[in-house]
Antibody, heavy 124, light 111 residues
Framework: QVQLVESGGGVVQPGRSLRLSCAASGFTFSSYGMHWVRQAPGKGLEWVAVIWSDGSFKKYADSVKGRLTISRDNSKNTLYLQMNSLRAEDTAVYYC?????????????????WGQGTTVTVSS | QSALTQPASVSGSPGQSITISCTGTSSDVGSYNLVSWYQQHPGKAPKLMIHEVIKRPSGVSNRFSGSKSGNTASLTISGLQAEDEADYYCSSYTSSNTFYVFGTGTTVTVL
C-alpha cells in the first residue's frame, strides 16, 4: 500500500544537527513532489519545505531558510531533511507528505499521503 | 508570509451544517484555485479533505464541500457527525517568497 515512514527524530542540543528520513513505498516516488510539514506541541501545522519530483527545485519557509535543507534520492525512494543550527523553536513533530499530482509542473496541489511523523526535541 | 486566517473554533449540533472560513490575500487564496483543507484528529497525521478549492478525494464523504469567494475560502460540513470533531486546516500556494502556507487552524466541536 501507499506509505510514507519518517525516521531520525530525537532529542538534540541547540546548535546541533539532525537528519530526518522519509521512506516511500507503494507508489512511483520519482513522479511526485514532496513536502515537509511540522507541528510544534499544541500548535498548528507549519509548512517547512518542498522539493520537485526530480529534485530540480526546492522552496523553504522563511523560518527555516539557510538552516534546513530538503533533498531526495529517487533511487532509494527516500526524502531527507537536513537540520542544522537547531533552535528550541524547531521542536515539533515533522511529517513528510506527498503532493497530490504526479508529474506536475509544480507541487502545489495539496498533500494526499502523509507519514506518521517523527518527533524532534531541541533542548539542552 | 503570514498564515491564512481561520476562526479558532466552530461548533454545531449533530445533523447541522457548519462553515469554516479561511482568509488570505491576493497573493494566495484570491488569485489561485489551489486551496486545500485537512482534517486532523488528536495524535494523528492530517488527512486531505478538499483540494483545488472544491475537489474531494475519493473516499472523503460528500458531506464535506469547499468554495471560494475573493480572498476567502470556505469548508462546509453538512449533517455534522460526532466523528467530524477534529482540527481543520486550510492551505494554499502563495506567490510570495515562501511558496506554500497553512491556515491557523479551527477546532470543530460537535455539541
Amino acid at each position: 500500500q501507499v506509505q510514507l515512514v519518517e525516521s531520525g527524530g530525537g532529542v538534540v542540543q541547540p546548535g546541533r544537527s539532525l537528519r530526518l528520513s522519509c521512506a516511500a513505498s507503494g507508489f512511483t516516488f520519482s513522479s511526485y513532489g514532496m513536502h515537509w510539514v511540522r507541528q510544534a506541541p499544541g500548535k498548528g501545522l507549519e509548512w517547512v519545505a518542498v522539493i520537485w519530483s526530480d529534485g530540480s527545485f526546492k522552496k523553504y519557509a522563511d523560518s527555516v531558510k539557510g538552516r534546513l535543507t530538503i533533498s531526495r534520492d529517487n533511487s532509494k525512494n527516500t526524502l531527507y531533511l537536513q537540520m542544522n543550527s537547531l533552535r528550541a523553536e524547531d521542536t515539533a513533530v515533522y511529517y513528510c507528505a506527498r503532493d497530490l499530482r504526479p508529474l506536475a509542473a509544480r507541487p502545489w496541489y495539496g498533500m494526499d499521503v502523509w507519514g506518521q511523523g517523527t518527533t524532534v526535541t531541541v533542548s539542552s | 508570509q503570514s498564515a491564512l486566517t481561520q476562526p479558532a473554533s466552530v461548533s454545531g449540533s449533530p445533523g447541522q451544517s457548519i462553515t469554516i472560513s479561511c482568509t488570505g490575500t491576493s497573493s494566495d487564496v484570491g488569485s489561485y484555485n489551489l486551496v486545500s483543507w485537512y482534517q486532523q484528529h488528536p495524535g494523528k497525521a492530517p488527512k486531505l479533505m478538499i483540494h483545488e478549492v472544491i475537489k474531494r478525494p475519493s473516499g472523503v464523504s460528500n458531506r464535506f464541500s469547499g468554495s471560494k469567494s475573493g480572498n476567502t475560502a470556505s469548508l462546509t460540513i453538512s449533517g455534522l457527525q460526532a466523528e467530524d470533531e477534529a482540527d481543520y486546516y486550510c492551505s494554499s500556494y502563495t506567490s510570495s517568497n515562501t511558496f506554500y502556507v497553512f491556515g491557523t487552524g479551527t477546532t470543530v466541536t460537535v455539541l
